[in-house]
């Protein structure tokens, strides 16, 4: 096996922050869920919808509030109708990532046309060999674990040699902790530390003498 480290992102809340798309970006999506939650939910409620949306991935907040199949299919027929133009950015530490000699691979949750979106706007294509989507709305889903298993078992790296790095507890930090990987969890508002990982940081400098090696 190779000695060299690999690495999986997570994109929302790790490499950029999710809430500065805005909501006059997805404007058009919100509109129309707001118009069809009406039937099932008070006013307050969907707010709080609203925002744990900006917060978690769909399915969670979906299966938090029970969407039925209708809301669940308007959602994620707006999502892939609309055409994205996004001026986002990656947080500013971001060139200590860029500055790490190791294998890159990221992995992202979401709609699969909203987070290639997302990548394009970032200008980060570049700095991953591979990308990989978790689609909420995919049948057969495998998720992070069955995506980060696949990666395991073709990688030709060591176990040991391996980190998961996000923001999310009970997904990429659980799921690396579950098949036995170094877990770094990125903690850019304050969170406390998960009991799914192995470090926690704050700022991409942070993550340089965890994984070692850093271009000269």
Known sequence: MLNMNLLIFDLDDTIFETRSIGQHHVAPILDKFKITAERFYRPDKIELIISDLWQ??????????????????????????????????????????????????????????????KIKALGIEQEFESIFFDEVNKQNRKHKKGIFTAILQSSNVKPENIFAIGDNPTSELKAGRELGIKTVQVAKFGQVRSEHSDYRITDFQELLPIVSNKKQ
């Open 56 to 117: 978690f991935p769909f399915d969670f907040v979906a299966k938090k509030y029970q969407f039925d199949d209708l809301l669940n299919e308007q959602f994620s027929t707006s999502i892939n109708e609309l055409e994205y133009e996004l001026d986002i950015q990656t947080f500013n530490d971001f060139h200590h990532v860029e500055n790490i000699v190791a294998r890159k691979i990221l992995v992202t949750t979401g709609f699969k046309k909203l987070q290639r979106a």
